[in-house]
């Protein structure tokens, strides 16, 4: 048996070149809000944060979380790394418990499950390299030939920008398309034509034949969502992406009774209970949530299985191997979210530029190898000038 020996966080902060948003490219909670300047700010990831677990042997799993890196880095190095230094990795359902246990008075959601997800992933990671299995051989193996992904980007811009941006997709083969809005209650009768006339617009170089996936990443509320639902139901989305804020989960349950455009949701929950309840509840009807955000491996395992009791397909949110594998090991979870590799921008994709390895769509599908141990990626040195790396 191997224990752990350390855990070594490193906040990766961007300070390369990145393409600003274009105005209205997405809605989001700020919108609410009246903002001087920028209510975009809110919303770039140009941080990351590393974590990597390191047995007494000198193997190393590598785990990551994208939100608020640089707090999680504390949360981790204070707290959670001395619960986790001489234990087991195998042992990780213990360790998570401990993890969550032990600081379930504040860390249940955000911060202390985000850190708990890093450690966990990185945790799995390790396995996975211990044994030489690819983590999705350990969660229940290979239940598809090859992942389909949707290709999700189309922030909101001009019509014609977007039609060529989906045009150009399509021409690499992708069959699912996730779209932003860039309007919301505060652009008023205006901002809803806005928001039609584009989704009219990628139906018409789409076509109806491939899914369409609509994005509010939280900058709507209830009476804006429940008036556009019957405007959308025409271009038949696949679904209406976190149509409200996360803590509003009886809008969510409102919006989906509607039965008009599937509501998905979930990424921005916490934990297999956080989890739970939204489907319980039939707060959605696809169920996203992040895998470095809900409870790393161990808990989204869990709400898998609770999910497909419940026959709620789960589709987690964003790329990275973490969220394939998952997707590759269970039936219930059809297709993956998948960020386009694209010039920095809001930061959704960044994760290309500190890891190798992760897996590259091909005519809309991604493919894990059998053999590759643990989730299969390494810290990329390619881009390491671009960081300013935090110890
Ligand atoms: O990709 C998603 O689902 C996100 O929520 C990311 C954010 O960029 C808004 O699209
Ligand atoms: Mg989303």
Redo the contacts with the bound molecule.
């Keep these: 048996m191997s224990v752990i020996k350390s855990v070594r966080t490193r906040v990766w902060t961007w300070k390369g070149p990145t393409v600003p948003p274009q105005g209205n490219f997405?809605t989001?909670a700020s919108d609410a809000l009246w903002m001087k300047g920028d209510a975009m700010a809110s919303?770039r990831?140009h941080q990351w944060l590393t974590c990597e677990v390191e047995t007494e042997d000198g193997t190393v799993g590598i785990g990551n979380a994208a939100l608020a890196p640089g707090v999680v880095k504390q949360a981790i190095d204070e707290w959670y790394a001395p619960l986790v230094i001489g234990e087991d990795p195998f042992d990780y359902a213990y360790i998570w418990e401990k993890m969550y246990r032990r600081t379930h008075a504040w860390g249940r959601k955000g911060i202390g499950m985000t850190a708990i997800s890093a450690i966990d992933i990185a945790i799995w990671d390790l396995m996975g390299k211990l044994v030489g299995k690819p983590v999705f051989k350990l969660l229940g193996g290979r239940t598809k030939e090859k992942i389909p992904v949707y290709y999700?980007k189309l922030?909101a811009d001009s019509v014609e920008a977007m039609q060529r941006e989906a045009e150009e997709a399509a021409s690499h083969g992708y069959q699912a398309f996730?779209s932003?809005f860039g309007f919301g209650p505060k652009d008023g009768m205006a901002g809803m034509r806005e928001n039609l006339k584009r989704v009219e617009a990628l139906r018409e170089v789409l076509g109806y034949d491939v899914d369409l996936m609509l994005?509010c990443?939280m900058g709507w509320n209830l009476d804006y969502a429940k008036r556009m639902l019957p405007k959308l139901a025409k271009y038949e989305p696949r679904w209406l992406?976190?149509p409200v804020i996360a803590d509003d989960v009886q809008g969510y349950i409102e919006l989906n009774a509607m039965n008009i455009v599937p509501i998905s949701g979930g990424?921005h929950e916490f934990s297999f209970i956080g989890c739970n309840d939204l489907i319980q509840r039939k707060a959605v009807s696809v169920l996203?949530y992040d895998t470095n955000r809900v409870g790393g491996i161990t808990a989204a395992q869990k709400i898998n299985a609770i999910a497909e009791a419940a026959q709620i397909p789960v589709i987690p949110?964003?790329g990275q191997m973490h969220n394939y594998h998952l997707t590759m090991a269970n039936a219930n979870c059809p297709i993956s979210?998948y960020?386009p590799v694209f010039d920095v921008e809001?930061g959704?994709e960044l994760f290309y530029y500190i890891f190798d390895g992760d897996a590259e769509a091909v005519d809309g599908y991604l493919q894990l190898d059998d053999d590759t141990p643990g989730l299969g990626i390494t810290i990329s040195a390619t881009h390491l000038k671009h960081f300013e790396i935090t110890e």
Excluded: G, L, M
Aim: a negative charge; proline letters at 0%; charged letters at 35%.
């Design positions: 997405c989001n919303f990831f999700s922030y996730k932003r994005e990443y992406e976190e990424e996203q949110h964003a979210e960020f809001v959704n």
